[in-house]
């Protein structure tokens, strides 16, 4: 996690919302390090289920 995200999600941006759902998909769809892309992608829907209500 970034600070520059970090700060995004505080300040309510929607974009990131959208690029953190695009990465969501691309992760779903990667077939390598599945245990590292669904930790990732946990992480997402945490912060999508936190800070997605705007």
């Known amino acids: 996690m970034t600070t520059p995200i970090v700060e995004d999600l505080v300040e309510e941006d929607p974009a990131l ?3 953190l759902r695009a990465v969501d998909e691309a992760l779903r769809d ?3 390090d ?3 892309a669904d ?3 946990a992480m997402i829907a945490t912060l999508v289920e936190d800070y997605g209500s705007w």
Do not use: C, I, K, T
């Open 17 to 19: 919302l959208a690029r």
């Open 30 to 32: 990667q077939r390598e």
């Open 34 to 36: 599945r245990q590292r």
């Open 39 to 41: 930790a990732l992608r």
